[in-house]
């Protein structure tokens, strides 16, 4: 359990950008910062290879991964099958907390200053979990959680050249909580699957192959 607990703690801090791609992840540093024993550590790290956050290298030690093509093409497939539905079937989908959480990105958008703008993608991200947590469905609910770590990954390729990307589409998840609010989930549903195979080309275009 306390290998579990510091995994999702570790995958709550790559999606927070506390981690870039490639940065080694030393067990002694490590284990200090989060309190752990190394067998703890290593449990856990063995759990983040599992979902492809970290790769452990031979003779070398554990990395955060550095996603490629391949990669977010799969997680954007992934996000197509899983978000729309959410939209179209979830039974739980809370409207006012995506309202207030679009209304929140758009504040962080208009800011102009670095630390909001790095804000912004944690915020779009709390959107999207809110969609899927529409499900009621703990599983769907980690596994989303997964895909966004990942996710994180990708995105901070994309920042080095477009520090405003994230900004792009606070307005855009601010039109779908709209079309949400107004009963037309199924227009929601495509404008997100179309936008979503749209950003996967986008960031393909800046990943190594």
């Known amino acids: 359990m306390r290998a579990q607990h510091l ?5 709550t801090d790559i999606s927070d950008a506390r981690f870039a791609p490639g940065d080694q992840l030393q067990e002694v540093h490590i284990a200090q910062r989060y ?6 550590l290593r449990e856990a790290f063995a759990m983040l290879a599992a979902h492809n956050l970290v790769e452990r290298i031979p003779n070398r030690g554990v990395f955060i991964a550095t996603p490629d093509r391949a990669s977010a093409r ?19 989908l809370d409207v006012d907390k995506l309202t207030a959480t679009t209304e929140r990105a758009r504040e962080l958008a208009q800011a102009d200053d670095s630390d ?9 991200q709390d959107f999207h979990r809110l969609i899927v947590a529409g499900m009621g469905s703990p599983f769907l609910d980690k596994t989303m959680d997964n895909l966004l770590a990942q996710m994180r990954l990708c995105f901070l390729a994309v920042l080095k050249e ?5 900004s792009n589409y606070a307005t855009f998840n601010a039109h779908l909580s709209e079309l949400i609010a107004h009963g037309e989930g199924a227009t929601a549903a495509e404008e997100l699957r179309r936008s979503l195979a749209e950003t996967c080309e986008h960031i393909c275009d800046v990943l190594p192959r």
């Open 35 to 40: 309190d752990v024993s190394r067998n703890t």
């Open 74 to 92: 799969d997680l954007y497939a992934a996000r197509a099958a899983l978000e729309p539905a959410a939209i179209l079937w979830g039974e739980h």
């Open 116 to 124: 909001s703008l790095r804000a912004v993608g944690s915020v779009n």
């Open 162 to 166: 477009e520090p405003t990307f994230h």
């Open 7 to 11: 995994a999702a703690q570790l995958r």
